[in-house]
């Protein structure tokens, strides 16, 4: 079956950095978009960055352009999310998400992961 297994969140102080990984199985990696969203406490889950499959195009939510990068390694089954910069209103869990169409709705995507948590103290 489908797994995908996020990485890399923990303790952070703001304006430090953070890598994410989510690694992927049980699906032809290449075939599928990747997404990153977060939740935090009492909010909605919300988009973050997306990529296409072999990474020609990913785009971003505004409130994390130009701090966050997302990129792929379709030869380890991996999406990461670099986060840069990091502020208190980044704390939350980060969940990363995989489905056949490019989207930035949550609802499109198939396959989810378990999630990570990041929190960024002030």
């Known amino acids: 079956q489908v797994q995908l297994v996020e990485s890399g969140g923990g303790l952070v102080q703001a304006g430090g950095s953070l890598r994410l990984s989510c690694a992927a199985s049980?699906?032809?990696?290449?075939?599928?978009?990747m997404g990153w969203f977060r939740q935090a406490p009492g909010k909605e889950r919300e988009f973050v960055a997306a990529?296409?499959?072999?990474?020609?195009?990913?785009n971003y939510a505004d409130s994390v352009k130009g701090r966050f990068i997302i990129s792929r390694d379709n030869t380890k089954n991996t999406v990461y999310l670099q986060m840069n910069s990091l502020k208190p209103e980044d704390t939350a869990v980060y969940y990363c998400?995989?489905?056949?169409?490019?989207?930035?709705?949550?609802?499109?995507?198939?396959?989810w992961g378990k999630g990570t948590q990041v929190t960024v103290s002030s």
């Open positions: 990529i296409s499959r072999f990474g020609a195009v990913s």
């Open positions: 049980g699906l032809t990696f290449s075939m599928y978009n």
């Open positions: 998400a995989a489905d056949r169409s490019y989207s930035d709705r949550y609802a499109n995507y198939d396959y």
